[in-house]
């Protein structure tokens, strides 16, 4: 199974996984993972999700995270995993 | 599986370090489309090329999506033009429009550029191979997207030195034609000494006779990294830097890898090479100079430049090399002038010369790069730096280049304007003292004893 990971940073605020996770939910992509740490006051999270029973192409979905990441004021970004399994596996 | 900081240490080096793939080169082999009409010959490279490469620019951009990783070029590289072109072109203006055919076919596909038209004549001319470099200057004035090289020399067969004579006249007819950019045409060619058949690199790149029908080779770069890396590692000792640049090289690579395989993949066009190249940009943190100075120098060209660059492009590949089943192009660090930043204000320092440049050249990965001499410096001098530039690569079993730029009607502290990802550069002096005698005996260098190393 590829799995894709969503990143998120930004200023915390209320309500930034809810509002991901809803978009998530609404598309029928399965969050695997979810880890999340505050670096000198950003918020930073990061989903692993399964996106094979996607209702949207990884292009859509990407676009529409950054859409939405706009919206909330953070940055979104959504990348298959492989970029960083081969960066940090050997 | 990864964890948070693996994801965050990769998106950080992307975002802020400029971790980038730099180009996606597909290689064309164009022997199969010679003819001895002229016109049939361009039909063939046109549609060859076109079929080959339509989707490639799309491709690119749908993996730079999926990975999250800017791919900043797609390029061309095709079979040295001066081979494709010798049973129809008769002539200077037939080479031409085969550069014209070329040039339209880049710009349908939507690639940045193409590689190419070049010649390999290292040992002797044909024809053909005369008639090509003759046209450069005109070629390269009238195309947009076209990138010349011409292989005057190598470690087996030595150095054909009526070329690189011929070569000093064509580059500084390449910047008279070019004189209201700034000489611009000039940095669309490259002399050669060694040249890999499978680099994805402009200007020097080209679909070696070596090579498969097609094939897909990219290049990586990552200045940027390296040098943050190095910031956390300061005063350590050599062991220290040489690991931190050794594990950054294998990292950067592995997503070259990744790409090449991608879009190896999705094109079905087979995986060539990665070449594990530190390109820099003109861009602020993209430099190969400021590693130099990280490593603990005040500006590249200080006394200890040369050993640094000499450990930084070695720890490179060793970095590399792991991380790639297939490493090849020009693979190590590239120091040229008006692309770095950091080059550019330690020539402006005063710090750094086209002497200590040439010292550099023994040790990185390529040549002189992207260097600005004054107008007025006569076609014997820059055959005589060629000559010596491709003396190191001959002896030293390396890939050398020359690509310096006589920016007409500028000198000594003037500046060549080129824009964007070419930047600018300061004109550096060249020594004045006469090699006309020299360069004008005609005929050729032998190649070197491979014996009595020392």
């Known amino acids: 199974m590829k799995k894709t990971i969503i990143t998120v940073v930004g200023k915390d605020t209320v309500g930034i996984i809810a509002k991901v996770c809803t978009y998530l939910a609404d598309n029928g992509i399965n969050i695997l993972d979810i880890s999340q740490t505050i670096v000198s006051g950003y918020f930073n999270m990061m989903m692993v999700v399964d996106m094979n029973s996607s209702a949207k192409e990884f292009g859509n979905v990407c676009n529409d995270l950054d859409a939405l990441g706009t919206e909330i004021g953070v940055l979104i970004k959504c990348q298959k995993e492989e970029i960083f399994e081969s960066m940090h596996r050997v | 599986m990864i964890n948070i900081y693996e994801v965050t240490e990769t998106n950080e080096m992307i975002e802020k370090e400029n971790l980038d793939v730099r ?24 549609d060859k090329i076109y079929e ?79 008639l090509l470099i003759r046209s450069i200057p005109r070629a390269l004035a009238e195309t947009n997207r076209i990138c010349s ?60 006779v070596t090579e498969a029908d097609r094939i897909i080779n990219v290049g990586v770069s990552g200045p940027g990294v390296v040098k943050t890396a190095l910031e956390k590692v300061r005063g350590e000792n ?26 190896s993949r999705m094109l079905n066009v087979p995986f060539g090479i990665v070449d594990l190249s530190l390109a820099p940009t003109p861009a602020v943190g993209d430099s190969v100079a400021d590693i130099l100075c990280e490593i603990g120098l005040e500006y590249a060209g200080a006394p200890g430049t040369t050993a640094a660059l000499a450990l930084l492009n070695d720890q490179v590949k060793k970095g590399g090399i792991m991380a790639s089943s297939y490493v090849g192009g020009l ?50 001098t820059i055959a005589g730096i060629i000559a010596d530039e491709m003396a ?45 005698d ?17």
């Open chain 2, 238 to 263: 050599f062991e220290v830097l040489c690991e931190t640049i050794k594990k950054t090289a294998f990292k950067v690579t592995r997503v070259g890898q990744l790409v090449a395989k991608e879009a």
């Open chain 2, 438 to 454: 020299f360069v004008n005996r005609g005929g050729r260098i032998p190649a070197p004893v491979h014996s009595f190393k020392n």
């Open chain 2, 23 to 46: 180009t996606i080169t597909m290689g064309i082999n164009l022997l199969d489309c010679a003819d001895t009409d002229l016109d049939t010959c361009c039909k063939k490279i046109h």
């Open chain 2, 52 to 130: 080959s490469a339509k989707d490639l620019v799309k491709t690119g951009e749908t993996i730079s999506q999926e990975f999250g990783i800017p791919i900043v070029n797609k390029r061309i590289s095709v079979t040295p033009i001066a081979l494709v072109g010798a049973s129809c072109c008769k002539s200077e203006d037939d080479f031409i429009k085969i550069a014209k055919t070329l040039d339209q076919v880049t710009e349908e596909i939507g690639v940045n550029l193409l590689g190419g038209y070049s010649a390999l004549v290292a040992k002797g001319m044909t024809k053909a191979d005369e």
């Open chain 2, 392 to 436: 190191i690569g001959m002896i030293n079993q390396k890939t050398t280049a020359v690509r310096i730029m006589p920016t007409i009607g500028k000198t000594v502290g003037d500046v060549a304007e080129y824009g964007g990802l070419f930047g600018y550069a300061p004109i550096m002096p060249v020594n004045q003292f006469s090699c006309d």
């Open chain 2, 331 to 380: 693979s190590g660090a590239f120091i040229p002038v008006s692309e770095d930043q950091g080059m550019i204000d330690a020539v402006k320092a005063g710090s750094l010369t086209l002497e200590k440049l040439e010292a550099m050249t023994c040790v990185c990965s390529v040549g002189l790069d992207m260097i600005a001499i004054p107008g007025d410096t006569k076609p014997t």
């Open chain 2, 149 to 208: 090289s011409v292989s005057v020399g190598s470690t087996k067969i030595g150095i054909n030195m009526d070329a690189v004579r011929i070569m000093g006249d064509i580059i500084k007819e390449c910047a008279e034609l070019t004189k209201d950019t700034d000489s611009s045409g000039a940095m669309k060619l490259v002399v050669l000494c060694n040249p890999p058949d499978d680099n994805p690199f402009m200007a020097g790149a080209f679909h070696g």
